[in-house]
């Protein structure tokens, strides 16, 4: 079996963005292949559909490559693209560093929606005082979805310092080598 994931940015990163980086060198000490992607257009879709399709795609790359245990990535506005995919299409892992759920004064019921009706094992690494994705809007919805589990970076805003990065990394890593099976 060949394990893989596809590692999505952050808003107006690429795929050489350093959390990025970072997650498939650890994924790689576990023997899981990743693809790390940038999207196309420096500004969102409107309805987020062309980053979608992207993200689609170079799952479809992993799989025609031989890849059967899939997980998709991402980091902030690349974990909303990713939970919007898996909703529709569940991979056979979910993994989010910083979800920007609720940011102040945007509520964003579609992402709440998508992350409530992951079908697939999923894992969520937030900061304690993430302001773009409050932890107890993260915890009330792993609360409702028996598939979530969530780390809690503490102290940790949306923009997290590099130990805390470390963090994160580590935590995916590790839960991605004993989910993708």
Same mark, same amino acid.
């Given at each position: 079996?060949?394990?893989?994931?596809?590692?999505?940015?952050?808003?107006?990163?690429?795929?050489?963005?350093?959390?990025?980086?970072?997650?498939?060198?650890?994924?790689?000490?576990?023997?899981?292949?990743?693809?790390?992607?940038?999207?196309?257009?420096?500004?969102?879709?409107?309805?987020?559909?062309?980053?979608?399709?992207?993200l689609r795609a170079a799952r479809d790359a992993l799989r025609r490559?031989?890849?059967?245990?899939?997980?998709?990535?991402?980091?902030?506005?690349?974990?909303?693209?990713?939970?919007? %995919?898996? @909703?529709? $299409?569940?991979? *056979? =892992?979910?993994?989010?560093?910083?979800?920007?759920?609720?940011?102040?004064? &945007?509520?964003?019921p579609r992402d709440l929606a998508a992350l409530e009706s992951v079908?697939c094992p999923t894992l969520i690494v937030q900061g304690e005082l993430?302001?773009?994705?409050?932890?107890?809007?993260?915890?009330?919805?792993?609360?409702?979805?028996?598939?979530?589990?969530?780390?809690?970076?503490?102290?940790?805003?949306?923009? %997290?310092? @590099?130990? $805390?990065?470390? *963090? =994160?990394?580590?935590?995916?890593?590790?839960?991605?080598?004993?989910?993708? &099976?």
């Open positions: 079996m060949t394990r893989a994931a596809v590692l999505a940015p952050g808003y107006g990163g690429t795929a050489d963005q350093p959390i990025l980086v970072a997650l498939a060198r650890a994924l790689e000490a576990h023997g899981i292949d990743s693809q790390r992607i940038t999207f196309s257009s420096r500004r969102p879709s409107r309805d987020r559909d062309a980053e979608i399709a992207e490559g031989g890849a059967t245990a899939i997980a998709l990535v991402g980091r902030s506005f690349g974990g909303r693209i990713c939970a919007f %995919l898996a @909703a529709e $299409e569940p991979p *056979d =892992a979910l993994a989010i560093i910083g979800h920007p759920i609720s940011p102040p004064g &945007r509520p964003r079908a993430d302001e773009l994705g409050p932890l107890a809007a993260i915890e009330r919805i792993a609360g409702r979805n028996p598939r979530i589990d969530v780390v809690r970076l503490p102290g940790a805003r949306h923009e %997290l310092r @590099a130990g $805390e990065q470390r *963090d =994160a990394v580590r935590a995916v890593s590790r839960w991605l080598d004993t989910i993708l &099976r």
